[in-house]
């Protein structure tokens, strides 16, 4: 998926549904590093669930504005025009989009300009570069970025200093790629290049996660409080090289920073992990894998005697050959999980008060970009939308019943993989209908769905009555759902018109529980009956031969309680259904397809299984009118063609 600028049309909205929460400022980010993401989730949760924030922040972030700069043309062609749009004393959150390209400007950001963000596009990830050196303009002053404005943001940007690497010989060589002066900043995968000096990590705290800085000498500097999440470290070059110069100056300073769950890697060897610019330095590396280009000493050797009583560096949990303490200078502090706990949380930088997750790419035509509710988000869009529009889900449970009415195409609900993310609602035909039943109804084309559960939680109906309850109805063109599962009892998926993509599902129900006339292909996707009685998975409603819909189930599996399940039955005259590749457990009816009520539709149904196998897929016992279909008939039902996919289907996005 692209992103918004001025050449990408995509709109992103983020939907967040969980309880209001304070974050934690005490729990520490897990040794285990698959969990360190759903650490960050839970204490840096959105907005819309948080108390305990800044209330400036929280105004600022009520009305975001949003410009977009492209060098190639566009609103604004430099950041420092679209900055110098940006009134002094903003109080409101100012999203700067940045189209892919090389932007070659010094920018500083004022101190009178909060709640500035700069975003790119992951893909295609924007520079920021100057050839800016400390003889031109002073060491600090240098960088190619300089922030000195409170609550920064920025995210998927690339920071460059292009002047050419210190020689030994030419003063005044440091060339900083940014500089941090600002207090409360957030980093998330941003990139910075350069060698002596690369980041000026100054004043402030301040959070940067999935990140990659690269230098030489002392390439992390200052006097900030900072915490460096899943970031590389990368130190290029000869001679001495050095990640960290904290500039502590006092024990009763409390600035200093940590790397957890970070990589150092780099050319040669010898590599130190910081040294002792001033007399107080702080840095502490946590579960963080060392390679062998770390000097086995760890620490540069202070020049001052007197600072090896005054550094604090310490080691918790590395991994890698460049980790081993046997020959670490004696002032390396080998702390214990006590001391290791307070550089391990958010309490390390305030967060709790200050800190969101990465904004990502939000619409709301309302100025907003939270909401409580799917409906909210939808109500959003406008009506003959012609862009990407991303709902990204929060996990939880979704109680409301959402139509996605057919002037607004182009919609993803995206849940989070591995999360519970259910959508549900109560309807039954009796009270709607039974197609308005529906707890999710799709009228538009190019949707798309993934990583969700969608529920009708209305009891089993019982014979005779009006209690048919459907999970979701698909009206829309060009439909794809990915790992997503629908339950229900009865008529559970209304698989209605149009062409429909469905891997990796997840379908229950009784009776008919698929069914309508869509021409649709499910790829390895769980068909379980439940229940007792008559059952039947699907219902495909074809009326003549020249309907070019139909259902085909390809490496797919079918299982349920009990016994007697049909594959389908004519519900109307011409239903083409497909199974190939499938498991059938044996809970499958020998018969295999559902008696036809009219005689005359056993000459008009098409019922196909092509190699599919377990106990409920043998064909001594199916009703005379199965075709037993060959390779050659089988295999327009088993490509794209056969949905038209070429032309429409895409891969789910990353949540």
């Not at 998330?188 to 690269?214: I, P, S, W």
């Not at 409080?225 to 500039?247: F, N, P, R």
């Not at 109804?441 to 949707?447: E, G, K, T």
């Not at 259902?551 to 079918?558: A, G």
Request: net charge positive; hydrophobic share 35%; glycine share 10%.
């Amino acid at each position: 998926m692209g992103y918004i600028n001025v050449s990408i049309l995509l709109a992103l909205v983020m939907v967040f549904v969980t309880p209001m929460v304070f974050a934690d400022d005490a729990t520490p980010i897990p040794e285990a590093k698959p969990q360190v993401e759903q650490w960050f989730k839970t204490n840096v949760a959105p907005l819309p669930s948080r108390k305990g924030l800044d209330p400036a922040l929280v105004a600022a972030e009520a009305s975001p504005r949003t410009i977009n700069v492209n060098p190639k043309g566009g609103e604004f062609k430099t950041l420092t025009d679209a900055l110098k749009s940006v009134p002094e004393k903003n109080t409101k959150r100012v999203i700067i989009k940045m189209a892919p390209g090389e932007y070659k400007e010094k920018v500083t950001i004022d101190k009178k300009k909060p709640f500035i963000t700069l975003m790119g596009d992951p893909k295609a990830m924007p520079v920021i570069t100057f050839d800016g050196t400390a003889a031109e303009y002073g060491t600090v002053n240098s960088a190619s970025l300089i922030i000195l404005s409170d609550y920064f943001v920025a995210e998927n940007i690339v920071v460059k200093n292009s002047a050419p690497a210190p020689d030994g010989k030419r003063k005044g060589a440091q060339a900083l790629a940014m500089r941090i002066s600002g207090n409360k900043a957030a980093f998330y995968n941003c990139k910075f290049y350069g060698f002596q000096d690369t980041v000026c990590d100054d004043a402030g705290n301040h959070f940067f996660k999935d990140c990659y800085v690269e230098g030489t000498f002392d390439f992390i500097f200052g006097s900030g409080t900072s915490m460096y999440l899943e970031t590389q470290l990368h130190v290029v070059g000869d001679g001495i090289k050095v990640i960290a110069a904290h500039a502590g100056k006092s024990a009763e300073e409390k600035s200093g920073y940590t790397f957890v769950h970070c990589k150092v890697t780099g050319t040669g060897g010898g590599i130190y992990l910081g040294r002792a610019w001033k007399s107080h330095p702080k840095v502490v590396y946590a579960y963080t894998e060392m390679t062998s280009v770390v000097n086995p000493t760890g620490w540069q050797a202070n020049k001052v005697a007197e600072h090896d009583k005054t550094v604090f560096y310490g080691e918790y949990k590395c991994t890698g050959p460049g980790s081993h303490t046997a020959k670490r200078v004696p002032f390396t502090q080998d702390i214990d999980t006590n001391e290791a706990n307070r550089f391990l949380s958010l309490g390390y930088i305030q967060g709790s008060s200050w800190l969101l997750p990465p904004p990502g790419f939000k619409v709301n035509q309302k100025g907003g970009a939270n909401f409580k509710s799917i409906n909210d988000a939808i109500k959003s869009i406008p009506v003959g939308n012609k862009k990407r529009v991303i709902i990204k889900l929060a996990p939880g449970v979704y109680t409301e019943k959402v139509t996605i009415d057919i002037g607004r195409p182009f919609i993803t609900l995206l849940g989070q993989p591995g999360a519970q993310t259910v959508l549900t609602y109560h309807g039954t035909a009796a009270q709607y209908g039974t197609v308005e039943s529906a707890t999710l109804i799709i009228w538009s084309d190019y949707f798309q769905a993934a990583n969700l559960i969608i529920k009708n939680t209305s009891p089993m109906p019982k014979p005779g009555s009006q209690g048919q309850a459907l999970a979701a109805r698909v009206n829309g063109d060009y439909a794809a759902f990915y790992s997503c599962s629908f339950h229900g009892f009865q008529d559970t998926l209304c698989d209605d018109k149009g062409n429909h993509f469905f891997k990796d599902c997840y379908i229950e129900g009784t009776y008919d529980f698929i069914f309508g006339r869509g021409a649709s292909l499910y790829l390895n996707t769980k068909l379980h009956a439940v229940g007792d009685g008559l059952r039947v998975i699907t219902a495909q409603s074809r009326t003549s031969t020249t309907e070019q819909n139909g259902y085909t189930f390809v490496h797919c599996k079918i299982t349920g309680t009990g016994t007697g399940i049909y594959l389908g039955r004519s519900w109307m005259s011409h239903p083409k259904v497909i199974y190939a590749f499938t498991e059938m457990t044996s809970v499958v009816n020998p018969s295999g397809w559902r008696e036809n009520f009219n005689r005359g539709y056993d000459k008009t149904v098409f019922y196909g299984e092509y190699k599919c196998f377990g106990p409920g897929s043998h064909q001594e016992k199916r009703v005379p009118y199965t075709q037993d279909v060959d390779q050659n008939e089988v295999r327009p039902f088993l490509t794209l063609g056969y949905i038209k996919g070429s032309k429409w289907l895409l891969p789910p996005p990353k949540y």
